[in-house]
């Protein structure tokens, strides 16, 4: 009896705590915000330069309406959206202009960030302009910076993005590869500049998914929807060089859509 007895009375203290603790955690719940809305941030790979559709208002960010974050906003409708992605955006300018709209109810968060710190439109004018032996050169100043610079830039935006919006889910995406190599360009970079410039597209994301990944943040690496749509394919997704020459080595409307869309939309 003594044994039932105390084998009862063991079992309502369980039953009691269990429920008194469901409904501690059921009023926390209740008291959290609900995270619905969606932020843009980043560069001119997520702003969508390159694909046309500009909005007027977003000046020289060129902000487009063909660009991921539009196409994915217009699917799905969040419960905001604010797009403070800016062509020329370096890291330094995500922390000081575009983090304004994040908050707790902040839901989810892209970005691209971390080719303009490395010197991407600098690094292209050299090898398109002053040719094989200075390309090379300025491939590797890149990647030294990769390696040793850039990823302490990323965790200070990270860290930003993580600080003032705790509840959302940040999907970093990565950057394609510019170049098929053996493809159907007769002229322009040698086939060791571009074999240089994509592994340092490579490194880049190499980096840029180590930092997210040590952040809790997805990353989306776009090079497999990319593949067979780089330049000297034949059905580029990409721009080469071009007028005006911002647009240069961008995507188009169509590199937004099928190559970006896709991955952002699975990862979110």
Known sequence: MRLSRFAALTSAFFVT????????????????????????LGDSYSSGVGAGGYDGTSGSCKRSNRAYPALWNAAHTPSSFAFTACSGARTGDVVNNQLGPLNASTGLVSITIGGNDAGFADTMTTCALQGESACLARVAQARTYIDNTLPGKLDSVYDAIDQRAPNARVVVLGYPRFY???????????????????AAADAINGVT?????????AFGDVTATFTGHELCSGSAWLRSVTFPVDESYHPTAAGQSGGYQPVFAATA
């Open 17 to 40: 705590t269990a429920l008194a603790l469901t409904g501690a955690s059921a009023a926390a719940s209740a008291q959290l915000p609900t995270a619905t809305g969606y932020v843009a």
């Open 180 to 198: 098929k190599l053996g493809g159907s360009c007769v002229g322009g970079l040698s086939e060791k500049s571009r074999t240089a410039i994509n």
């Open 209 to 217: 998914a180590k930092r997210a990944a040590d952040h809790g943040f």
